[in-house]
């Protein structure tokens, strides 16, 4: 028989998990501490202080900010983290500003990926709002002044 002790704080040094189960959804602004693994479906907006794992049957479609993020299931949206890695099975349809992005075999990455100097400044749960401003105004981006008007493939060896 074992006994739960009520309101006892983590001792220091260790860090909370948050765990959404199979089967649970929520929807909203989530703010997290410490990591956190998602195997149930999430509409919104997450801002995390530490890694997001996304698991196998794991949905989310929103914005999604976080150290780390690792996706085994599915992400819809915009991302902005320092390391993205798709594993196998991962999909993730997304616009993404990252330093780092590793995707598996059998990972799926559709989208737009940002590097992190192009996006000084901006806030990162306001991605869209400065995506769609470089759309409307391709000059104000480095990235896009410094692309060559023209690229020429050719097929042969």
Not at 4 to 16: E, F, I, Q
Not at 58 to 63: F, V, Y
Not at 112 to 132: C, D, F, I, K, Y
């Amino acid at each position: 028989m074992g006994i739960l002790k009520r309101n006892v704080p983590p001792k220091p040094g260790r860090a909370s998990v948050s765990i959404i189960a199979k089967g649970n959804s929520l929807s909203g602004e989530i703010k997290i501490t410490g990591k956190t693994h998602i195997d149930g479906s999430i509409h919104g907006h997450i801002l995390a202080e530490e890694d997001i794992s996304i698991g196998k049957y794991g949905h989310l479609k929103g914005r999604i900010r976080g150290k780390r993020i690792f996706v085994s299931g599915s992400l819809e949206g915009e991302v902005v983290c320092d390391h993205l890695f798709i594993e196998p099975g991962g999909q993730v349809h997304a616009q993404v500003c990252c330093g780092d992005m590793k995707i598996d075999q059998g990972g799926v990455f559709v989208g737009e990926r940002t590097l992190p100097e192009a996006m000084q400044g901006v806030n990162p749960l306001e991605l869209s709002q400065h995506t769609s401003e470089l759309s409307e105004n391709p000059d104000q981006g480095d990235i896009f002044t410094s692309l060559p008007e023209r690229i020429t493939l050719s097929g042969k060896s």
